[in-house]
């Protein structure tokens, strides 16, 4: 899984960070997401795939390497 962020489009709601903290973290001073590691471990894939469906700006696109 290839995981990638459009800072752009984020609106700073913080769910990628409460489903998958291992991937996702936010800018301290304005909340826009941050991406940890754009190959999780296949461990976390449900996680990133959760975070991915209920992101509510759509900025978090995941595809096959």
Known sequence: MKVTVDQDA??????????????????DSDGIVVLLNDGPDPRLHEKVREAARICPALAITLTRP
């Open 10 to 27: 984020c609106t700073g709601s913080g769910q990628c960070v409460l489903s998958a903290p291992e991937v996702f973290d936010q800018r």
